[in-house]
């Protein structure tokens, strides 16, 4: 994989045809999205329609079936897929990204983002609920919400592998957090349906999630949606894994005697 730009991306083939590439993205909670002029080529024929949020506005979108759709060795059959427009992702590596793969497609495999290896791997196998680098995840909307604390405080908050940032909270949250210095205007979010003004500052308070500790963590606040979401800039020094099946997922970021680490 490489994310290198921030955002986790790849190579799929779509039966014969590619390689494209493919952002892959934990926050989305439909196993694949493709663009609407990758759709039009393939000629792919409409199965259905669902409805398609950013989070803040929710709109209809067509569905296709993909018959075959390859990652590496991994070959996915009937992938249903939602259509949409993806210009506003941009390029990765001078690339134009055709579609995105998300959570729900890796439900029968170990998913693990390797960011310091960069590597994708997909294997068969579980995780043990008493590694002390597992934690528990939720999946109310398909994704996974982790659980972390922030100096005393505990939250769930979503591994969001589209998001180049480090931690991205919505204003309530934000709101009862202590942050280091004065929260300012540090640019723009955007999403699929609109952009968003994002505030920063770093949190006065360390961030614990696994074993991992953080300080000096860069947080954007927003008021584009209601969750918080864990992204690049914190997970880059990390080996993520998730067990669906479990609702497991395990965290690595220790020295070589397995010591936890600190990181800023």
Known sequence: MDHGSGHVVVDVFLGDRGPYLFQVDT???IGACLDDDLARELALP???TTQN???HRTVERDL?????????DAVFRDVRTLVDDYDWIGTRGGRRVRGLLGFPLFRDRLLTFDYPG???VLERGAL???DPDVVPYRATTGSPDVPLTIGDRSIHAGVDTGHGGALIVPRSLGDELTFASELRPVGTARTAYGTREILGAP?????VLARARFLDVPVHVWSGGERALLGHGLLSGLVVTFDQTRRLARFVASSADGEATERR
């Open 64 to 72: 296709v079936d993909i018959p075959e759709l390859r990652l590496g």
């Open 46 to 48: 409409v199965s259905g």
């Open 203 to 207: 949190l006065a308070e360390p961030l």
């Open 118 to 120: 960069s590597r994708l």
């Open 27 to 29: 926050y989305a909670s």
């Open 128 to 130: 043990e609920a008493d």
């Open 53 to 55: 949020s950013d989070g």
